[in-house]
């Protein structure tokens, strides 16, 4: 190139040369001057030292992989040393082109905080190192199943992902858009559904916690299966759909007319209608004709069902305790 000339004080021994570039070979002769007398120069040569890549980055980060980029040295470089490693793990090193501002990591573990370093080379020459960290992604659990699918419940196993978790998020939606949120355990694989719709479709969506980390969703479809009678006409068909516990039912007597009854299911079989319960002395029993007619009481405590509804349940399981 188009040579550089300095003009030094005689009295000075050393002088710093500036706006050097990077990695590369200086030829630097020095010359006497005094009035209009020129020594011989005095010639050596120097090589700058290498300038370190800039703006390391580890981006694209999953629970397996990552990419490093970076900003390539000023100077021309033979190739980039890139090294990485993680608490209890030996250092990974790779070396690349020097044309080369990308690499990808793999084989990484997930949840996992890396130290991330890089240094340029030319011949015997290595720059300073540059460093940044960053951390793995939780991975996702595995083989979301839902089993055992009934009317009202399901069934849903996983199996676990590689990375210590704190929990699972776990959501689940029906067709109509009824959404709800649970989180559970870290030692959880699996969990029981209960309160569904029979015969709808629900779309389940898992994802394992790490405190602030999230992994990616797995997810699962199923449906419920349909109940035997949609209107149960009494307690006997409301058994017949899988409702086994004692209590208040709604049931379809006449076409589209509902009524709430209560339901014993545990006695000679289950599946009767309770038309009367007296059993504490909180409800008072001496009531007229008409009252008796339209029935009074409690379904949950003591009560009268009435005769209008005896007489409309005929043909159905009618039961009283007495």
Do not use: H
């Amino acid at each position: 190139g188009t040579p550089t000339v300095v003009t030094v004080d005689g009295s000075k021994s050393r002088t710093k040369l500036v706006k050097l570039v990077p990695g590369v070979e200086y030829t630097v002769s020095i010359i006497s001057v005094k009035g209009f007398e020129e020594s011989e120069p005095v010639s050596g040569t120097l090589v700058t030292a290498l300038d370190s890549p800039s703006g390391l980055l580890a981006v694209n980060i999953t629970d397996s992989e990552a990419l490093a980029v970076w900003q390539p040295a000023i100077a021309a470089v033979d190739d980039y040393v890139i090294s990485y490693f993680v608490e209890g793990e030996p250092e990974v090193t790779r070396r690349v082109s020097g044309n080369t501002v990308e690499y990808n990591l793999i084989g990484l573990r997930p949840a996992s905080e890396y130290t991330l370093r890089i240094y340029a080379a030319k011949g015997p020459q290595r720059s300073a190192t540059l460093s940044t960290k960053f951390t793995t992604d939780v991975d996702a659990p595995k083989d979301l199943t839902a089993t055992e699918v009934q009317f009202e419940t399901a069934l849903l196993t996983w199996k676990p992902p590689r990375a210590p978790v704190t929990g699972y998020l776990l959501i689940y939606e029906s067709v109509d858009g009824k959404v709800k949120e649970v989180i559970l355990g870290p030692e959880s694989t699996s969990y029981s559904l209960s309160d569904l719709s029979p015969s709808t479709q629900y779309t389940v969506k898992l994802q394992a916690l790490n405190r602030d980390l999230k992994s990616r969703t797995i997810q699962t479809v199923f449906t419920t299966t349909g109940l035997l009678y949609p209107r149960p006409r009494d307690c006997s068909q409301a058994l017949l759909n899988g409702e086994t516990a004692s209590g208040l039912y709604t049931i379809y007597i006449e076409g589209d007319e509902s009524t709430e009854v209560y339901c014993d299911m545990s006695s000679d079989g289950g599946g009767w209608i309770v038309f009367l319960r007296r059993q504490d002395g909180k409800e008072n029993f001496y009531r007229n004709w008409r009252t008796y007619e339209t029935g009074f009481g409690n379904p949950s405590g003591e009560f009268w069902m009435g005769k209008q509804m005896l007489v409309l349940s005929q043909g159905t399981t009618v039961k009283s305790p007495f």
